[in-house]
């Protein structure tokens, strides 16, 4: 149980392009999803939580018009990177919880974006 | 901000060799989880700890919680070549939400 699925798993498109990726709770509602994003190498850095029905909460200093998240259901949240550029090439990742006291969150696959 | 520091960052070691790594904090975490994760996949959870002093077995895998909530550790016996990958730790504070330590790249030699 508990599985989250993160779609496309890899992306290439040219600078200025815009890209959806989708996160979906398979067997589970999610109320709260959170999407991360991580550099080679590095640990994962939270972006932003979202909300279904409700505006996300975004971490200081990522910008809230260059990442655009919706959470319009309570199995499906989307994250769309506006105007990408080169510097936005990196490896995101969502992940969902259990909405009950104590349960760990259940991470996507991951979406490898890279921007030309 | 809560601050988790994974240590080390890197391991190379021989097959059959034991290991640990450690995740510290000054703060107080209300849950720890362990998460191991693949070059291009996300992380996978391998333990929730949540009382203080816990320990708990995973196979080869033993993790323990530190007493006040604010450490834990992850231990590897004989550690085999499937057992490469990246480790993170993340305590879980208000909200449930998560802070990851930076990691630790573990590679086991045949």
């Known amino acids: 149980g508990a599985v989250v699925s993160q779609h496309p798993s890899w992306v290439i498109c040219k600078s200025g392009t815009s890209v959806k990726i989708e996160c979906r709770s398979l067997d589970f509602q999610a109320t709260t999803m959170f999407w991360y994003r991580q550099f080679p190498k590095q640990s994962l850095m939270l972006m932003a939580t979202s909300n279904e029905g409700s505006k996300a909460t975004y971490e200081q200093g990522v910008e809230k018009d260059k990442f655009l998240i919706n959470h319009a259901s309570l199995t499906l949240s989307t994250l769309t990177v506006t105007s990408a550029h080169p510097e936005d090439s990196s490896f995101y990742i969502c992940s969902a919880r259990v909405e009950a006291v104590g349960q760990p969150q259940h991470f996507g696959d991951g979406t490898r974006l890279s921007i030309l | 901000t809560q601050l988790l520091e994974q240590s080390p960052q890197f391991l190379s070691i021989q097959e059959g060799e034991n290991l640990t790594v450690y995740c510290n904090s000054s703060s107080v975490f209300s849950s720890l989880q362990w998460y191991r994760q693949e070059p291009g996949e996300g992380p996978v959870l391998l333990v929730t700890v949540v009382t203080g002093g816990e320990v708990k077995k995973l196979k080869r895998l033993t993790f323990q919680f530190g007493d006040a909530r604010k450490d834990s550790s992850l231990h590897i016996t004989a550690a085999q070549p499937g057992d490469t990958g990246l480790y993170l730790c993340?305590?879980?504070?208000?909200?449930?939400?998560?802070?990851f330590g930076g990691g630790t790249r573990l590679m086991v030699k045949p």
């Open positions: 993340a305590g879980a504070g208000a909200g449930n939400m998560l802070t």
